[in-house]
């Protein structure tokens, strides 16, 4: 058991700009969730998956953020046309339906 | 999911007990309460969790009010190292009781553990 491991670690892009974060779940975890996390703030939730289905997203998920499970394993989170307002730390887990969740570390964004 | 409700911090002297309160009045009764916390700049770690007995590991221990509607956690010995926000969580089913639902979490409990 690796953990969840999340890259990059940081992530600095500019204004207009598309970013991708990748998430690498614990391998039998067959849910995997992404939250966003700003200062001060508890993580909020942005969409999680079950397999390779995207059962859930938030409606703080706009048309701007993607996100995908292809094959049930890794999990790919995309920004495009970034803006100020996307940064945060955006944190992702998995688990086991019911289970408890394993957080990785997070990728922190920050557009300038 | 119920909401929970936290004080928004605590203080606490190294080498004693930490108690902290969590109500979660609109409860349901397949409703588990869990606690995360979370380190400064790590993602958020699990502690314990609970439906209406209470639960003791080698982290914490939850204690639940009879009629549910509030737990406190305890973390038994207090260290610098458990400094960290502590979140409260209610978590129920989805999908007609098939599934369990999100983890939903507040702004937590802020828990200073100082010498």
């Known amino acids: 058991d690796t953990g969840v491991s999340q890259n990059p670690r940081h992530k600095i892009t500019k204004r207009g700009q598309n970013v991708t974060f990748r998430c690498d779940p614990i391998?039998?975890?067959?849910?995997l969730y992404w939250y966003r996390q700003t200062l001060g703030q508890g993580p909020e939730f942005l969409t999680y998956f079950q397999n390779e289905a995207q059962l859930e997203k938030s409606r703080l998920l706009s048309d701007r953020f993607s996100a995908e499970r292809p094959k049930g394993s890794f999990s790919t989170l995309e920004i495009q046309r970034t803006e100020q307002g996307d940064s945060a730390m955006y944190l992702c887990?998995?688990?086991?339906?019911?289970?408890?969740?394993?957080f990785g570390s997070g990728t922190r964004l920050t557009v300038v | 999911d119920a909401k929970t409700t936290q004080p928004t911090s605590m203080d606490c002297a190294e080498g004693r007990a930490a108690n902290l309160p969590c109500n979660h009045s609109t409860i349901s009764g397949n409703e588990y309460v869990y606690w995360y916390r979370q380190i400064h700049s790590q993602g958020p770690q699990y502690i314990i969790h609970?439906?209406?007995n209470n639960e003791t590991n080698e982290m914490a221990s939850l204690i639940i009010t009879e009629d549910r509607k509030s737990s406190t956690l305890i973390l038994p010995h207090a260290t610098l190292r458990d400094t960290a926000v502590y979140y409260c969580i209610v978590r129920g089913f989805i999908d007609g009781g098939t599934s369990y639902g999100k983890l939903t979490f507040g702004q937590g409990t802020i828990l200073t553990v100082h010498p």
């Open positions: 887990a998995s688990s086991l339906e019911g289970g408890r969740y394993t």
């Open positions: 609970g439906l209406k």
């Open positions: 391998s039998e975890h067959n849910r």
